[in-house]
């Protein structure tokens, strides 16, 4: 059995997807170009498989992502929610 992917880095991938290069991805993300670069790379690793087609500007996403994102969105969306409510609970209990 394989190890799942990082829904992290699956955000990072949409991001990537929504701005169209890495630069705008990584500064709507705040982290650096490098490291927005290396998490695609983790998870292409991780996913076994090319998930973007890059450029020297732009990049496109492949078959392979497009299904991921497409499949993976609501996993995403439920992860960022969860973590929304535990800082809500968190920030009460102070």
Same mark, same amino acid.
């Given at each position: 059995?394989?190890?799942?992917?990082?829904?992290?880095?699956?955000?990072?991938?949409?991001?990537? *997807?929504?701005?169209?290069?890495?630069?705008? *991805?990584?500064?709507?993300?705040?982290?650096?170009?490098?490291?927005?670069?290396?998490y695609i790379t983790e998870l292409e690793a991780q996913v076994g498989m090319q998930l973007?087609?890059?450029?020297t500007r732009v990049v496109n996403l492949t078959d392979a992502g497009r299904l991921l994102?497409?499949?993976? *969105?609501?996993?995403?969306?439920?992860?960022?929610?969860?973590?929304?409510?535990?800082? *809500?609970?968190?920030?009460?209990?102070?």
């Amino acid at each position: 059995m394989s190890t799942p992917f990082s829904l992290e880095l699956v955000g990072a991938l949409r991001e990537v *997807a929504r701005h169209g290069n890495l630069t705008r *991805a990584a500064s709507s993300m705040q982290l650096s170009k490098s490291t927005v670069s290396k998490y695609i790379t983790e998870l292409e690793a991780q996913v076994g498989m090319q998930l973007l087609h890059r450029s020297t500007r732009v990049v496109n996403l492949t078959d392979a992502g497009r299904l991921l994102l497409r499949r993976s *969105a609501a996993l995403v969306d439920l992860a960022t929610r969860i973590q929304s409510e535990l800082d *809500a609970h968190a920030a009460s209990l102070s």
